[in-house]
């Protein structure tokens, strides 16, 4: 079981709509979660980081939690076309006193104008 | 501050040649990591540094590769001899420890590797 998994997409979805990315992850000690988007040929960008259950909304974006299901999410409202790129999910664990931080392999959106 | 700071942008050698990346970290930030990038693998962490001490090297794929951090402010990334297998973009990314749960990575533009 990989340690971060996301679907690998392409996730298409009309201009204007709700995206939502998903995201599980196998280390119940897991701590920090993140959401970084890439855009081709670009290296990842920090967009939203959560720590604790529930809901964490910046913008048009909302990172929901639940450590309990191991289950992160990532919604976008009001899509862009500026939005598709590919978001990657990544989650820290500390072992032996050190942070590691380990990412999915990327969902790829399509915002359909 | 300019960032995480990679050279070069983009590296073309040959089969069995050696390559060295270099990366320079954001000036105060204590973590330092060496990512591979593929379309088949994703994001891989080769390894990481914590004050410039090789914490979890579990990443990197052979021997091949090797990876220092000589001082705070400078990294490489060491391919030796390289294959055409090795071709991926490398990002470096660096992060500052924040108490509690915070630990947030900020990447550079990456080198993009192509080995023929």
């Known amino acids: 079981q990989k340690e971060v998994e996301q679907n690998s997409g392409p996730l298409s979805v009309p201009e204007g709509a709700i995206a939502s990315l998903n995201c599980t992850y196998s280390?119940?000690?897991?701590?920090?979660f993140f959401w970084y988007r890439q855009y081709s040929g670009k290296s990842p960008e920090l967009i939203m980081s959560?720590?604790?259950?529930g809901d964490k909304e910046d913008g048009r974006f909302t990172a929901q939690l639940n450590k309990a299901s191991q289950y992160v999410s990532l919604l976008i409202r009001d899509s862009q076309p500026s939005d598709s790129a590919t978001y990657l999910c990544?989650?820290?664990?500390?072992?032996?006193?050190?942070?590691?931080?380990?990412f999915g392999t990327g969902t790829k959106l399509q915002v359909i104008p | 501050d300019a960032g995480v700071i990679q050279s070069p942008r983009h590296e073309v050698t040959e089969m069995g040649q050696e390559v060295t990346l270099r990366c320079k970290p954001i000036?105060?930030?204590?973590?330092l990591f060496w990512y591979r990038q593929t379309m088949m693998r994703g994001l891989e962490l080769l390894i990481y540094?914590?004050?410039?001490?090789?914490?979890?090297d579990s990443g990197m794929p052979e021997d091949r590769f090797s990876a220092k951090m000589p001082n705070a402010s400078f990294s490489t990334l060491k391919i030796q001899p390289s294959e055409p297998r090795d071709s991926a973009v490398y990002f470096c990314?660096?992060?500052?420890?924040?108490?509690?749960?915070?630990?947030?990575?900020?990447f550079g533009a990456g080198t993009r590797l192509s080995v023929l």
């Open positions: 990314a660096s992060s500052k420890f924040v108490g509690g749960a915070k630990n947030i990575q900020y």
């Open positions: 280390d119940r000690g897991s701590q920090s």
């Open positions: 959560i720590y604790s259950n």
């Open positions: 990544a989650v820290k664990t500390e072992s032996g006193g050190y942070q590691k931080v380990t």
């Open positions: 000036s105060g930030h204590d973590y």
């Open positions: 540094f914590n004050n410039n001490v090789p914490i979890d």
